[in-house]
């Protein structure tokens, strides 16, 4: 179980910082115990050790350890992270989210240059650039996702480029900066229903989102576009198929779907365990709809096996096409 307070981020001698201030008045909500189908290797092979030291040694954030992903052991352990820019504190307080709260410092400028070197040093051919929300910048982070994303062309040039954004909400322009880097893959995650946004996803806007994917396909057709939500949180099987169907007039090419974990007893409740059966009903689903590409299991993430995917993208598209 994942605590409210980070006692690494504290100096000796000095209180350690809340990592959620805005949850620590919240009341306990009941942590369910996990199926069996939810099982997940522990941390520590060589390669994820190095892994582990590269990421430190360019003093780097991922998402990998500020959102607790179950998966961390695997991908770590072939060499696969995704790299949280911006620092490692969000302006939003997402009732799901196991990433710190508060007010950031100010944007690392070097960060660019070390992601670069991170990505060269680790050998990747896929990597994954996602950030916090930064509502207090003025184009909430695009130019730094851009910088971000030359440093990589600039010092890994064959690696290709998954970006999942923030929503850039009321940031007129920012989207368009981050089209214009070109990554190869624009993510950007729905989370839940929009039903559920009140309660789970307060400060974005359903709508906002959707039309924020299907604004990448227009500024740029032959991006692969993607999205994911995770279940349990509440939702009706109902409410995803329209999700999905919000998606496919998007032209959203990738769907993701996986099991919510509560972090800690301070956050959402898992309110249902899906089975695997079910995911696999959604997935059938979701290919008739029409997407390109659909991951749906219990432990599925946003950036899980992202690489091979991206692989996976290209075929089916070139499929079609024939």
Same mark, same amino acid.
């Given at each position: ?10 100096? *000796? ?10 949850? *620590? ?18 941390? =520590? ?28 052991? %695997? ?29 950031? =410092?100010?944007?690392? %400028? ?12 680790? =050998? ?12 207090? @910048? ?25 970006? @999942? ?10 989207? %368009? ?17 929009? /039903? ?6 307060? =400060? ?67 309110? /249902? ?19 390109? @590409? ?7 993430? /946003? ?20």
């Amino acid at each position: 179980m994942v605590t409210l307070i980070n006692t690494l981020d504290a100096p *000796a001698g000095e209180q350690p910082r809340p990592r959620h201030p805005e949850k *620590a008045n919240r009341p306990d909500t009941p942590v369910l115990k996990k199926p069996d189908w939810i099982r997940v290797r522990a941390p =520590g092979s060589p390669v994820w050790r190095e892994t582990q030291g590269i990421v430190r040694e360019n003093k780097l954030v991922t998402v990998c350890e500020e959102a607790g992903c179950p998966n961390i052991g %695997e991908c770590w352990s072939k060499k696969h992270a995704s790299f949280m820019i911006l620092g490692d504190t969000c302006t939003r307080a997402c009732a799901f989210c196991n990433v710190r709260t508060g007010m950031p =410092g100010a944007v690392d %400028e070097s960060e660019p240059e070390h992601i670069g070197t991170a990505v060269a040093q680790m =050998g990747l051919e896929h990597v994954v650039i996602t950030s916090v929300d930064r509502d207090d @910048l003025a184009d909430g982070g695009a130019t730094h996702f851009a910088n971000v994303i030359r440093s990589i062309r600039r010092l890994s040039p064959k690696t290709t480029i998954e970006v @999942l954004t923030p929503d850039f909400l009321r940031k007129p322009g920012a989207l %368009e900066i981050v089209v214009e880097a070109r990554p190869d893959v624009f993510n950007h995650n729905l989370e839940t229903v929009p /039903s559920l946004y009140l309660t789970v996803r307060p =400060g974005a806007r359903y709508f906002h989102s959707i039309r924020l994917l299907q604004r990448v396909k227009e500024l740029d057709s032959n991006m692969f576009t993607k999205s994911g939500i995770m279940v349990g949180l509440g939702e009706e099987r109902n409410e995803i198929l329209q999700l999905m169907d919000d998606l496919r007039t998007a032209e959203v090419d990738f769907l993701t779907m996986g099991q919510y974990l509560q972090p800690t007893r301070k956050h959402h409740p898992v309110k /249902s365990f899906v089975t695997p059966d079910a995911f696999k009903s959604y997935e059938t689903i979701a290919y008739a709809k029409g997407f390109l @590409l659909v991951s749906a299991s219990p432990l599925t993430r /946003s950036s899980h096996h992202a690489g091979e995917d991206f692989a996976k993208l290209k075929a089916a598209r070139e499929s079609r096409a024939a």
